[in-house]
């Protein structure tokens, strides 16, 4: 079975084709793409933490809120940030903002 786009890439790519977009819209989105391929998807809760982390590191600005027929809340669309359309912290995000993994890890030593 392929593998799809990492979840940052897949967000990116997301965001640069359809301008804005809110936490769920996206969610579906890769979860229909990975379905296509026969892979797993992140729950919602995994997912909206992700967007959290791509916030925090600036990747992604938060565009306003809309209210919705349906819903409670008023949805919060996201765009990219211009000028962070070429950063490499889209492969890896969680991993530049705690600064953990790779080889930058060391192991524990047991006594």
């Known amino acids: 079975m392929p593998w799809g786009l990492p979840?940052?890439?897949f967000?990116?790519?997301y965001l640069m084709t359809h301008r804005h977009a809110y936490v769920e819209e996206m969610w579906r989105g890769l979860k229909n793409e990975r379905k296509l391929h026969g892979n797993r998807w992140p729950s919602y809760r995994s997912f909206r933490n992700y967007v959290?982390?791509?916030r925090k590191l600036g990747l992604i600005e938060f565009e306003g809120e809309r209210k919705?027929?349906?819903?409670?809340?008023p949805r919060r669309y996201y765009r990219i940030n211009p000028n962070a359309a070429n950063d490499p912290r889209w492969a890896s995000p969680q991993r530049a903002?705690?600064?953990?993994g790779g080889a930058t890890r060391k192991k524990k030593r047991r006594l």
């Open 7 to 9: 979840t940052g890439l």
């Open 11 to 13: 967000i990116r790519d």
């Open 52 to 54: 959290y982390v791509l």
């Open 68 to 73: 919705s027929k349906g819903t409670a809340y």
């Open 97 to 100: 903002l705690f600064n953990v």
